[in-house]
């Protein structure tokens, strides 16, 4: 019996760390979005991203892929750094939904669980 009451006492925790977990989020998740994108879209790292895409071309080049399959390649290799990038814009523009889309997840995620639980009888 003394299980049970842990169990119903550790749920009834919960929710508060849920809701100081989410309430950091919420604020943090932004300005880390924010200072992740200036590094990302810096002169400095526009630098060193095309200096990978020059290494990555020549490396395709010295492995004897054709010109054209190579700057193929390298367009596609550079197209995965712009996508990340527009994801990372996306998700600064809406940190603050980002939390809340994360809190209705764990609330709805705790719902299952109760109702699990009450089918098992627990």
């Known amino acids: 019996m003394a299980e049970h009451e842990h169990k119903h006492e550790k749920m009834k925790q919960d929710p508060e760390n849920i809701k100081e977990l989410l309430s950091v989020v919420s604020s943090e998740v932004p300005s ?41 390649l390298t367009e596609e290799y550079m197209r995965t750094f712009t996508s990340l990038g527009d994801v990372l814009r996306h998700s600064g523009r809406s940190g603050h939904d980002l939390g809340e889309e994360i809190e209705r997840e764990i609330h ?15």
Request: avoid cysteine.
């Open 32 to 72: 880390l979005i924010k200072n992740l994108l200036s590094s990302i879209f810096s002169e400095e790292a526009g630098r060193t991203m095309g200096k990978a895409a020059a290494a990555y071309y020549k490396e395709l080049k010295q492995g004897g892929l054709p010109d054209q399959v190579a700057v193929k």
């Open 108 to 122: 709805e995620k705790e719902r299952r669980k109760r109702e699990t639980e009450e089918d098992k009888g627990e």
